[in-house]
């Protein structure tokens, strides 16, 4: 049984660049969450797409965009990269939210450099 | 809104010594409360959670955490560490909306557990 597959794990990219990280589900999961982690720091939630539309959304600026597929994969846009978008972006994976089984799932995370 | 303080930014002890990895919340509604663990290089891995009931929960690889609600705390301790248990750990907190889960997770800023020999 698979878990949350991203790609790719690193990559890099020059200021002003705009970058696309992906994220399949784990197997039955059909929401999405994207999460930020700089370095040092805990992970910030940064949007959850259920039934292919954004339904929570944390506070980033919409410099980041996302998009959920028909078979519940995701993307996380990134548009006019800063320095400060460094980071691991983690995607994770579970149930709706409002259900009553808790159960998220977490990728390994795509490595982002900016220079 | 919620948020998350982890009292520790590291902590070192020595193998089979006890452990305790300090969390307090704030929170205007009720929450659910979760302990994650993070080895290098890798993503997230849920030690344990609180969603109801008993106060005392006990985890993976030995480890327990006790919520205590007034003091709106939620620390995971472990009796004997092994080198192995070295990682970064995280405290979450997310909203209980009518008993549903799955909402957003609002982290605390980590605690790097060190367990030297």
């Known amino acids: 049984d698979a878990g949350v597959t991203q790609s790719p794990t690193h990559l890099i990219k020059t200021r002003g660049q705009q970058v696309t990280l992906r994220c399949s589900p784990k197997s039955g999961h059909d929401t999405v969450s994207w999460y930020q982690q700089a370095l040092g720091q805990g992970p910030q939630f940064i949007f959850q797409?259920?039934?292919?539309?954004?339904?929570q959304r944390g506070n980033f600026p919409d410099r980041f965009s996302g998009h959920q597929f028909p078979n519940y994969s995701s993307e996380l846009n990134v548009n006019a990269l800063l320095l400060g978008d460094s980071a691991l972006y983690l995607c994770?994976?579970?149930?709706?939210?409002?259900?009553?089984?808790?159960?998220?799932?977490f990728g390994s995370g795509t490595r982002l450099t900016v220079v | 809104a919620q948020s998350v303080t982890q009292l520790d930014s590291q902590v070192p002890v020595f193998e089979e010594a006890p452990v305790e990895l300090r969390c307090n919340y704030s929170s205007s509604v009720s929450v659910y409360l979760f302990w994650y663990v993070q080895y290098p290089n890798q993503g997230l891995q849920l030690l344990l959670k609180?969603?109801?009931?008993?106060?005392l929960v006990k985890g993976i690889n030995g480890f327990e955490a006790e919520f205590n609600k007034s003091q709106t705390s939620f620390h995971l301790r472990k009796p004997s560490v092994h080198i192995s248990d070295t990682a970064e750990y995280f405290c979450a907190v997310s909203e209980s909306n009518s008993g549903g889960s799955n909402y957003k997770l609002t982290f605390g800023k980590g605690t790097l557990l060190t367990v030297n020999p």
């Open positions: 609180y969603l109801s009931g008993s106060t």
């Open positions: 797409y259920y039934e292919e539309e954004e339904r």
């Open positions: 994770a994976s579970s149930f709706p939210p409002g259900r009553r089984t808790y159960g998220y799932t």
